[in-house]
């Protein structure tokens, strides 16, 4: 018998992995697990192999996750040891130098990058990400974070310790505002001209300085790198989901990743983003909001089960509890195994301390958020939710969260790797493909970022969209570049009169 769920017409949800160069992302201890390829992170064969199994997939795109520092306020100060011995998220290679390797082997599939707006000058990072983005012809997102971090603040800001939370989003839209001019206010779009006879490669007079000055940055340009012909901005992706992150990406991001432990408080997370990006004038279907999940499938509910127990046993949860600390700057060593956490203050991540000890529409009653059901919560599936099942199983949890929600996709993370990733091509994927929640096939062969996003169907499907504020930052093909620069003026004024 057909459900009503299963007539119901679907589009195709975005379809993310979620990886990090370490041997232990999300469910610490897992690399101890015979079937686990985790600790082959610092191989390029990891990477690669990967890829093609995505792609195989129809994945959208693999978000690459990224930390600038070691764990240390478990059983703390400045005591690393929970997270060494456990490989929770350390040690930890540069996100980006794989890149290239897998898109050599990839045509569609797409790769987000994390990097922090403190970790380096961005007029160095532009041409990084320009660099990635010319590779892949177009195949590159930006995932903006600005460190939660002490232990990253200490080596990259002379020791000293990390700026407030809100401080930090200050500079981090001035660092956007550097990236955006560089990389679309520096060259005009036909500035290269590859002119054989008379000798010209670029055009001097189609190249300009950016003279950007602000608080934190003055940047005169002009920009290192060419405009690249497949997408002239990479993808602008966020994940921070406190009051100042969500207005941030309400402002400037594409795609929001922002989790809920349940689908309504989920949903009420998005409802909150989607009424800030109405606030700043843009759409929020062109704002794609992604959640963090662990899948655990098997051809049946009994054998997901046997090895969910399978992977619990190698669960590590002192990594667990590092984990915590990281991600919120509390020390869950000071509290007793039973005892109940009411609230915490942060200057990490205050959106994360709140899903895990604040009670959301949908929670179970009479649940004890103590140090104990932390740990073990965290100990396997880490800071997402967790589903365990049959592909149908899984399948359903998945619809339920969009419709109820109203979830745009889901970054899968994995238990363990490839096992997990495997797992969800081979069972999950097509059951999500019967239902139209995945598509059958990518539209046609070399997808930008953008495409895999939005579609193939706009008339520049390679570029934002026209309600993003850096739409108009963009010097186009035959436009001079006196009427460039009055556009431009007109553009930033606008955007200085909105601000106050």
């Known amino acids: 018998m057909t459900t009503k769920r299963q007539k119901k017409e679907r ?35 990891y990477w690669v192999n990967l890829a093609k199994l995505l792609e195989k997939g129809k994945f959208n795109a693999l978000f690459i996750a990224d930390v600038l520092g070691p764990y240390d306020v478990y059983n703390g100060p400045r005591n690393l040891a929970a997270a060494a011995k456990a490989g929770a998220q350390w040690p930890i290679n540069e996100p980006s130098a794989v890149i290239p390797a897998m898109a050599a082997v990839t045509k569609n599939l797409s790769f987000a990058v994390t990097a922090s707006t403190i970790s380096e000058a961005p007029y160095h990072f532009a041409r990084r990400l320009a660099t990635l983005d010319h590779l892949t012809k177009g195949r590159v997102g930006w995932n903006i ?18 700026p407030p939370h809100d401080e930090r989003y200050e500079k981090a839209e001035e660092y956007l505002e550097v990236i955006y001019q560089l990389f679309l206010s520096s060259w005009a779009d036909d500035a290269v001209r590859l002119d054989t006879k008379k000798g010209v490669f670029s055009d001097p007079e189609r190249i300009r300085e950016i003279n950007y000055e602000g608080k934190h940055f003055k940047v005169p340009g002009p920009f290192i790198s060419e405009p690249n012909p497949y997408q002239r901005l990479p993808v602008i992706l966020q994940a921070g989901a406190s009051s100042k992150g969500l207005e941030y ?24 983003l989607n009424a800030l990006i109405k606030k700043h004038g843009r759409n929020p279907e062109d704002v794609k909001k992604v959640q963090l999940v662990t899948v655990i499938v098997a051809p049946t509910y009994e054998e997901a089960v046997e090895k969910f127990n399978d ?3 190698y669960a590590d949860v002192e990594g667990a509890q590092a984990l915590f600390g990281g991600w919120t700057g509390v020390d869950l060593g000071k509290y007793d195994w039973d005892q109940e956490l009411d609230q ?24 004890k958020k103590t140090r104990g059901y932390i740990a073990d919560k965290l100990s396997l599936g880490g800071s997402g939710v967790l589903f365990i099942g049959s592909p149908t199983d899984v399948a359903d949890e998945i619809e339920n969260w969009v419709d109820v929600a109203g979830v745009d996709g889901f970054n899968f993370t994995y238990a ?13 994927i097509p059951e999500l ?18 495409e895999n996003l939005y579609g193939i169907d706009r008339a520049d499907p390679t570029f934002l969209k026209p309600d993003h504020p850096a739409f108009n930052l963009r010097w186009r093909e035959g436009e001079s570049r006196e009427e460039f620069e009055a556009k431009l003026e007109k553009t930033l004024k606008e955007k200085f009169a909105k601000e106050g």
Do not use: C
């Open 11 to 45: 589009k195709p949800i975005i379809v993310n992995a979620f990886d990090m160069a370490t041997p232990g992302l999300q469910s610490p201890g897992q690399w101890k697990h015979p079937k686990d390829k985790s600790r082959d992170y610092n191989t390029i064969e």
């Open 145 to 162: 974070v600005s460190s939660y971090l002490d232990t990253a603040s200490r080596n990259l800001l002379n020791g000293e310790p990390l």
């Open 249 to 272: 990406a309400a402002k400037n991001a594409e795609a929001v990743f922002i989790n809920g432990n349940t689908p309504e408080g989920l949903k009420s997370k998005i409802d909150k």
């Open 311 to 313: 992977y619990k046993q």
């Open 344 to 367: 915490v203050e942060s200057n990490a991540v205050r959106s994360f301390a709140e899903m895990m000890i604040k009670p959301f529409p949908g929670d179970p009653h009479n649940i």
């Open 416 to 428: 363990i790797t490839p096992g997990s990733f495997e797992d969800i091509v081979e069972l999950l």
């Open 433 to 450: 493909q019967r239902r139209g929640l995945v598509w059958q096939d990518y539209p046609k062969e070399g997808l930008t970022f953008r």
